[in-house]
Nanobody, 122 residues
């Protein structure tokens, strides 16, 4: 089993910052990619950023360098530093983890957290 728990969401004013955290637990197998997705009201879930491992990061183009993803493998935790937040960033942010070998025991490789609400408003 792989469980992901997000934290760090909340209400922030435009231009402010938040740091999201996601801790993984319950996985006997190594985690491949970790990342973040988000879903705004009335919209589909969209990819935000992923980090396959130390040193490699990928971001949605529209973020324009405002977000920074990082990862601590020892803690099995992924972070998302969100700076210069805009109202359009308002969404539920979901943690993601890819665990390839989990297919053997769970029948799946993609795992998701429950989500944490980020609201950017004045």
């Amino acid at each position: 089993q792989v469980q992901l728990v997000e934290s760090g969401g909340g209400l922030v004013q435009p231009g402010g910052s938040l740091r999201l955290s996601c801790a993984a637990s319950g996985s006997r197998f190594s985690i491949d990619t970790m990342g973040w997705y988000r879903q705004a009201p009335g919209k589909e879930r969209e990819w935000v950023a992923t980090i396959p491992g130390p040193g490699t990061t990928r971001y949605m183009d529209s973020l324009k360098g405002r977000f920074i993803i990082s990862r601590d493998n020892a803690k099995k935790t992924v972070y998302l530093q969100m700076n210069s937040l805009k109202p359009e960033d308002t969404a539920v942010y979901y943690c993601y983890a890819r665990v390839p070998l989990a297919i053997v025991t769970t029948g799946r490789v993609d795992f998701w957290g429950q989500g944490t609400q980020v609201t950017v408003s004045s």
